[in-house]
Nanobody
Framework: QVQLVESGGGLVQPGGSLRLSCAAS????????MGWYRQAPGKQRELVAI???????NYADSVKGRFTISRDNAKNTVYLQMGSLKPEDTAVYYC?????????WGQGTQVTVSS
């Protein structure tokens, strides 16, 4: 059984920063690919960033240069450092983990960028 718990969301002004955390428990290993997705109201869930077991990363074009994904394998935690936030970054952010052929999801954390 794998559980993912996101935290760190909230309300932030445009141009501000937030750091999201995703704490994983259960049968998860440092080699597993993990990622962050987001879903804005009325829109489909979209990829934000992923990180592989060897710390290779990939980002959506819309967040390149502003967001950084990282992982601390000792803590089974993945982070998403978000900077230069824009109103269009407003969404529920979800963490996921690919273990074998199965995707596990967290419950999501709300990020609202507004003045």
């Amino acid at each position: 059984q794998v559980q993912l718990v996101e935290s760190g969301g909230g309300l932030v002004q445009p141009g501000g920063s937030l750091r999201l955390s995703c704490a994983a428990s259960g049968s998860i290993f440092s080699s597993n690919v993990m990622g962050w997705y987001r879903q804005a109201p009325g829109k489909q869930r979209e990829l934000v960033a992923i990180i592989t077991g060897d710390a290779s990363t990939n980002y959506a074009d819309s967040v390149k240069g502003r967001f950084t994904i990282s992982r601390d394998n000792a803590k089974n935690t993945v982070y998403l450092q978000m900077g230069s936030l824009k109103p269009e970054d407003t969404a529920v952010y979800y963490c996921n983990a690919l273990i074998g052929a199965r995707l596990y999801w967290g419950q999501g954390t709300q990020v609202t960028v507004s003045s």
